[in-house]
């Protein structure tokens, strides 16, 4: 789940709104089962007489008072942010806000598994460590068609919001999913004001970093008429907000074992040119670094109408709401293709240097290169790739996404007579997600200079590579004496030094509906009895779900191992390999990276790159000419089984063999899922005063859940495209024979006639349809008890039991696989160069073909956790409390992921791959913590200082973790770095920190309102398997970030502020998680990103 919302609270921004405050509510007529957190926060008795007599004003200390009545009343254990507590700090999401809760944390990435997207306003929402956390409006759910199932919380404005709820503990009544907590976001109806209301605010946000402003702005107006057939109430409003950011990254490439020699210059298993093995180190493949710019755009509408009989027993409320989310990022990145180094013979110290190594075996300085392999230009006529230097992605990527979500909601309440109460409740959502991701690649050599320093920022420079094997001799343009950076050609930014290397492109169009409906019936006893009240109800909801979700279609445009070489930037381009027509397409330019990191450390890209100049995902159809025009100029192209032409490497996704006709999708990439769920429960309320005026209450039921879930699908097998010719492989084996420089012997060339003709059986493009109806269901029992014992003080107990459901994302059905051949590989995960007979004949053995298998789980079954509660709690003021939490939680079906080697038949042949799925584990993973909250306002201190408060709050949570399934430590594509050994058994749950807390002081002078608060988490495990190679687990170091506002109330209808958003422009840094010389799992750096600090100014108006 992601989050999200901004600061300014669209109907929260003058004092003279007044809140309820938590002495003014008394529970009238109860609507049984209504499933609302205003109902089910609902204060329902007026604070202890006995708490000091203190005065609330409205604004900020209000809205601490109600949240803080919300909290001490409840049935369960909950936490509250009122619309004021959003407005009054900066945050520019939901998420931003929900962080300061005791136990929340949230997550700064876009997405966990992939740690190399950075979310400047937070994603995923982790509570008491665990990210099974279920999102709802006004106690309803909140769908989404995307691959969570969840609406974003980074796609809700928060200018709609009344105010959020974190449950932390289940009823019977509330809808299962939570295991972690709720989180319930409340928007704004008629009736929660007494009567005309008309709010504006305005605000200008700008980002430090990205060196940009936007406007936010809302408005909203409600009001309420009592008439002859009761009281009617309208409420309409509306919310746009943009925001620009950047955040940049700097990394170290894959940090693996790897053999020391003697004189630096070669890496090969035996001594090679007198060069002799000295020993290993822990040193990376290179570093990379990365420049990110944002543009998020928010569009927000909610409208509501109200009306209540004219003896108050009935209310009728009617509900629109629409969230519209955009966001665009372009991203320039220079990442060292570890895939081209790790097959050339990895990376080692640059010819006449040596690696510096610590005292346990780890790098801290040196200049690393690695061989560039096979260069088929040497026997062309430009010989130009060097002999060494790392090769680089140069990637000039661009996303643009949409997503829609417009929620029509109906509740009827029915107090049918002084006891019996109905509440009926319906819900429609729709919801449309859209996303192009696309990117293209250019590449360059270089070596890497790295110097880590520490915990601190490495330096890293990336510098010309060494051209020649040796010393170059003789003239250059010859096999022996490339022309890569010599001459004038001396610049990263010459389009002489790089060329296309690759394209990706990625699209993703879902679309889903959902439908609920709620029945539910309360009795109540009268109050001189134990039992007060029996509540019961039913609930229906199903869910119909299209994804369609491309592959990250990633495929060639040209490489230096083929056809004459590569296509450089400044070749002739005409499409056709045969010919030299045309002119260089010019579609590249240089960046710079200024203000790296904000010049934090030199940019090591020096100069800057050569990246593509247009807009990948804006411009598509002009970025799929120039892919598919380059990559014809590479070479020729092929045919799909069924005739129609394409190119030998990467083809548009519109293009790809077995798409389905008119749009991006084969056909296993379209899955849709149906998911009906069926719920009924009973649960009695008690409360009850013993004779030393002690009070005893709760509540106890159990609910039962049923589901059904149809997932459609396919198990997909493609098609033989650019597999070496007979006559391909004839010509490499005779250039092997001859000796020519750099020549090799395609992998597949080296496997028998007869399992060449195997594979090419195997990869026959065949879909085969496999749909899964999977059904579970569950008991839910819960108990939630408090003992009163005056004086402000109480004492809370809980149990229950709940269910997660696996995200829509994890049980796509979808089936592919993928063949792939290669040499041999040694001890360092080489590959071996296939070697060959005098007489043209080659050694058998050579070779090993393995699959890729990517799937789906549809058989996902639920997390299951059992929670316990304890809390005491002291009030001692309207604002001012002591409260300590301790929890404990035992799950089960943990999701974690399963690698292993399985055999797949199709056509009648059989091959191995290797199959990462999600799964459920075996393993009972634990979770033990507490939660220390304060808060107070110092009304008591003399002069300026009475207008003082502070809430701050502590939690500490520790976890025993589920491991996940890896291959064996002899498996060739561990190896070869492909795959982690590592399991994670000790490691602790994804996104739990050990520590965190929250500190925000407060002050009133007059007309000036003051706020800052500090949010700090320790460090934690981000992802147990990377999404990219080497797929170490990651984890992030320690954060904290500072943030702060200022306003002045000009009138009791205006007041302007400035907010600022990470004043101490934190770092964000990660670490991989690897096995040393001596198999320790240790942690080694990864990534430092910097985001913008970010300013606002600030107008409200009331009226």
């Known amino acids: 789940m992601k989050a999200g919302a901004s600061l300014v609270a669209l109907c929260l921004a003058a004092p003279t709104l007044a809140q309820t405050a938590a002495g003014d509510v008394s529970q009238t007529s109860i609507a049984p089962g209504v499933d609302n957190a205003d109902n089910q926060a609902e204060p329902t008795q007026a604070p202890d007489d006995t708490a000091a007599p203190d005065i609330v004003v409205t604004g900020f200390r209000q809205s601490l008072s109600t949240a803080q009545g919300i909290k001490r009343n409840s049935d369960v254990i909950v936490d509250s942010v009122t619309a004021e507590d959003i407005g009054a700090l900066p945050d520019r999401s939901v998420t931003e806000t929900l962080q300061r809760i005791p136990g929340v944390s949230i997550n700064r990435f876009a997405a966990g598994v992939d740690p190399d997207h950075f979310s400047v306003e937070g994603s995923g929402v982790v509570v008491r460590g665990l990210t099974y956390v279920r999102s709802e409006f006004n106690g309803r759910d909140a ?50 004001q007494k009567g005309l209301l008309v709010s504006a605010n305005a605000e200008m946000n700008y980002g430090e970093f990205a060196k940009k402003g936007a406007p936010s702005l809302s408005a909203l107006v409600s009001n309420r008429w009592e008439t002859g057939i009761g009281e009617f109430g309208l409420l309409g409003s509306i919310s746009y907000s943009q925001l620009y950011t950047r955040a940049d990254r700097l990394g170290i490439s894959s940090f693996r074992v790897r053999p020391i020699y003697s004189d630096g210059t070669r890496n090969d298993v035996v001594a090679f040119d007198g060069a002799t093995q000295t020993g290993g180190g822990l040193f990376p493949r290179g570093a990379v670094i990365g420049s990110q710019d944002f543009n998020r755009e928010r569009y927000g509408y909610s409208a509501a109408a109200q009306w209540r009989s004219t003896d108050g027993s009935i209310e009728a409320t009617a509900q629109f709401l629409r969230s519209d989310a955009r966001q665009a990022w372009n991203e320039r990145t220079i990442e060292i293709a570890t895939d081209n180094v790790t097959t050339n013979g990895d990376s ?139 001459g004038t050609h001396q610049s990263f930014i010459d389009p002489y030094n790089t060329f296309y290397r690759s394209a990706m492109d990625h699209a993703e169009e879902s679309d889903g509906n959902s439908d609920a409906v ?118 020729p192209g092929t045919t799909c089984a069924d005739g129609r032409a394409i190119n030998a490497g990467w083809n548009p996704l519109n293009q790809r063999c077995d798409v389905v006709p008119g749009t991006d999708y084969l056909r296993g990439e379209v899955n849709p899922q149906t998911e009906r769920n069926k ?92 749909n899964v109806d999977l059904t579970y269901d569950y008991w839910l029992p819960s108990l939630n008890v408090r003992l009163e014992v005056g004086n402000g003080l109480q ?80 009030y001692f003021s309207r604002v001012g409390s002591i409260t300590v939490s301790g929890f404990y939680k035992r799950l089960s079906k943990v999701l974690t992921n399963d690698t292993q080697r399985q055999t797949f038949t199709n056509n009648g042949e059989s091959f ?86 929250n500190i925000t002081p407060f002050i009133d002078i007059g007309a000036l309102s003051l706020r800052a608060s500090y949010n700090w988490r320790s460090d934690y495990l981000l992802t147990l398997r990377d999404v990219i190679t080497p797929f170490d687990p990651i984890f992030q170091r320690a954060y904290g970030q500072m943030d702060a506002s200022a306003f002045l109330q000009v009138t009791p209808q205006f007041r302007i502020g400035i907010q600022g958003v990470n004043l101490t422009n934190a770092m964000t840094v990660t670490e991989a998680a690897v096995a040393d010389q001596n198999d320790a799992i240790r942690r080694v750096p990864r990534q430092w990103y910097v985001n913008d600090r970010r300013y606002s100014i600030v107008a409200r108006m009331n009226f």
Request: aromatic share 10%.
């Open 143 to 192: 769908f989404s068609a995307g691959n969570s199932g969840g609406l974003s919380f980074a796609d809700v404005p928060s200018e709609l919001l009344g105010g959020v709820d974190v449950f932390k503990s289940p009823s019977a009544d509330r809808i299962e999913g939570g295991i972690a907590g709720v989180v319930n976001l409340r928007t704004r109806k008629p009736f929660d």
């Open 348 to 486: 080692r110290a640059r010819a006449g240097t040596t690696l510096n190594f610590d005292d346990s075996g780890l790098f801290e300085s040196g200049i690393i290169t690695a061989p560039t392999g096979w260069r088929a230009d040497q026997q062309g006529l430009d010989p130009r790739t060097p002999a060494s230097g790392l090769q680089s992605n140069n990637q000039g990527r661009e996303q643009i996404s949409k997503n829609v979500t417009t929620d029509y909601s109906f509740n009827l309440k029915w107090d049918v007579s002084s006891r019996l109460g109905l509440n009926l409740d319906y819900q429609h959502v729709v919801s449309t997600n859209r996303t192009v991701d696309n990117g293209l690649w250019t590449s360059s050599y270089q070596d890497a200079q790295i110097r880590l320093n520490g915990k601190g920022i490495p330096e890293v420079s990336f510098i010309a590579p060494q051209t020649c094997d040796t010393t170059c001799v003789g003239t250059p343009g010859t096999d022996v004496y490339p022309t890569y950076f010599s």
């Open 518 to 635: 709620r029945l539910d019936l309360e009795y109540s006893f009268p109050e001189s009895g134990f039992l007060r009240a029996v509540r019961a109800g039913g609930r229906f909801a199903q869910r119909d779900t299209v994804s369609r979700f491309s592959a990250y279609n990633w495929g060639v445009l040209s490489e230096q191992w083929g056809n004459n070489g590569p296509v450089w930037l400044t070749d002739n381009v005409d499409g056709d390999p045969t010919t030299d027509g045309g002119a260089p397409p010019n579609v590249t330019q240089p960046f710079f990276y200024n203000n790296f990191l904000q010049d934090r450390t030199p940019s090591p890209a020096g100069p800057g790159r050569l990246f593509y100049s247009g807009r990948p995902a804006s411009n598509l159809e002009q970025y799929r000419e120039l892919g598919l025009l380059i990559g014809r100029e590479w070479q």
């Open 679 to 770: 719920a009924a429960y009973i649960m009695a309320r008690f409360d009850t005063e013993f004779g030393n005026g002690w009070k005893f209450n709760g509540n106890v039921g159990v609910r039962y859940t049923s589901t059904q879930r149809i997932s459609q699908g396919f198990q997909s097998f493609p098609t033989v495209t650019s597999l070496p010719t007979a006559a391909q492989c004839s010509e490499a084996i005779g250039q092997v024979i001859a000796g020519e420089t750099g020549a090799t012997v395609p992998a597949f060339c080296a496997l028998p006639s007869a399992q060449q003709a195997s594979y090419q059986n195997f990869l026959n493009g065949a879909v085969v349809a496999n």
């Open 795 to 874: 004492f809370r107990a809980a149990y229950g039991k709940g269910v997660s459901p696996p995200s829509p994302g994890l049980v796509r059905n979808y089936y592919t696989v993928g063949l792939t051949t290669q040499s041999q590989l040694d001890s360092t995960g080489a590959q071996v160069p296939i070697v060959v007979n005098p007489d043209g004949t080659l050694p058998p053995n050579q070779v090993q073909v393995f699959g890729q298998f990517n799937a789906g789980n549809p058989y996902l079954l639920p997390t299951e956790a059992d929670s316990f509660d304890l809390t005491g709690e002291w």
């Open 912 to 997: 191995e791959a290797i199959v990462t799925t999600p799964v459920n584990s075996d393993a009972t993973g634990h979770i033990r913590g507490v939660e220390v909250g304060y808060q107070q306002t110092y009304d008591f201190l003399p002069g300026a200082l009475k207008g003082l408060g502070l809430q701050a709050n502590y939690t500490f949570i520790s976890s025993s973790g589920v491991p996940q399934a890896v291959l064996s430590a002899t498996d060739p594509a561990v190896a070869a770095g492909q795959q982690p050994t590592i399991t994670g058994t000790n490691f602790p749950l994804q996104g739990l920190s050990k520590h965190q807390f």
